[in-house]
């Protein structure tokens, strides 16, 4: 829950937001704040998903929402509800049914005494499952899984460049704690290293091909990138693979293994795919930027993406210059 106050310059007329702030004054030009002086909730931070948005202030009815909480955000000195998805550090939330002209009048004008208190209450929609917050430090720490079971949170610190003895307790570490259900939250922005992580695979270097990161780390494996339509089963064969459904903010926390034909069927997903069975970890680059450029991303797009692992813009136009010579 967030608790704050009115002001006489509140207005709560914006169509597209509204706004807690920890600030003690605004001017009325802020016309999405619903609340000064506001008393941030830290626990905001270990909650995903789609919330109930509950606004209440005393002798009057509640106002009530929902919004899909944004994972990149970071609890700072004010919290943004966005009917769009902006997903900026200080939004807490986005595709919200709740703006700040949503309020009744009478709701509104309320707000406008100093004296008044205003709460917020987030509460997740659904089946509350377990939360593993993953972070980087100096040596690998696994949780205790009774902790999860029972609190409904751990924390896995993983050590940057872990040996492989290491590594494997990561990836136990991570597989029974998949067992309970579980989320996955990653600190920093990386989402195809949360995608990896929930997948069971450790923090290996990886590769991402479409906007918003499009670039890559080092050429290495697991691979990650966003299916396109008709991409080749063969480009798939003999790799370990594992799908998410795209169609969540939450990124990171519905990855399950696969098969490489129902990987190709599930269009507009996220694909990670692991090492090949030779244990090589080569990736067929000519068949994955044809595949990528016949589906429709840019070649800008995908010379940056595929940069580390040796495609230039020259190359590109090589291979679709002799992909366009083929006999149809």
């Not at 955000?73 to 919290?79: G, L, N, P, S, Y």
């Not at 430090?137 to 902790?147: F, I, N, S």
């Not at 990836?171 to 939250?185: D, I, N, Y």
């Not at 370990?240 to 969540?248: A, L, M, R």
Request: aromatic share 4%; proline share 8%; glycine share 8%.
């Amino acid at each position: 829950m967030l608790v704050g106050r009115g002001h006489p310059a509140i207005r709560a007329t914006h169509a597209k937001t509204f706004e807690l702030t920890a600030e003690s004054e605004v001017s009325s030009r802020a016309t999405c704040v619903l609340a000064v002086g506001t008393v941030l909730d830290p626990g905001l931070a270990g909650m995903r998903g789609r919330v109930r948005l509950t606004l209440e202030t005393k002798g009057l009815p509640a106002v009530s929402g929902e919004a899909t909480l944004n994972p990149w955000r970071a609890v700072t000195d004010r919290v943004v509800i966005r009917r769009s998805r902006s997903l900026d550090a200080d939004t807490l939330a986005v595709d919200s049914t709740l703006t700040a002209e949503d309020l009744p009048t009478e709701f509104a004008e309320a707000l406008t005494d100093p004296d008044r208190e205003v709460s917020l209450t987030v509460e997740e929609l659904g089946d509350v499952r377990p939360l593993l917050r993953v972070s980087f430090g100096e040596r690998t720490r696994l949780p205790a899984m009774k902790d999860l079971a029972e609190q409904g949170s751990a924390e896995l610190v993983i050590a940057e460049g872990a040996p492989p003895k290491e590594a494997a307790a990561t990836v136990t570490a991570l597989e029974r704690a998949t067992a309970l259900g579980t989320r996955v939250s990653v600190a920093g922005p990386y989402k195809p290293l949360e995608a990896l992580l929930a997948a069971g695979l450790p923090p290996h270097p990886y590769t991402y091909l479409g906007a918003p990161q499009r670039l890559s780390t080092l050429p290495a494996t697991p691979i990650v990138f966003r299916m396109p339509d008709a991409m080749p089963v063969s480009l798939l064969a003999g790799r370990d693979i594992w799908v998410e459904d795209t169609s969540e903010l939450d990124l990171g926390t519905a990855v399950e293994p696969t098969t490489a034909d129902q990987a190709v069927a599930a269009v507009g997903t996220l694909v990670v795919v692991g090492p090949a069975a030779d244990d090589t970890g080569l990736v067929d680059l000519a068949a994955v930027a044809r595949a990528l450029t016949g589906a429709g991303i840019a070649p800008r797009t995908l010379t940056e993406a595929l940069a580390p692992l040796g495609l230039t813009r020259k190359k590109l136009y090589a291979l679709l210059t002799e992909q366009d010579r083929e006999p149809s």
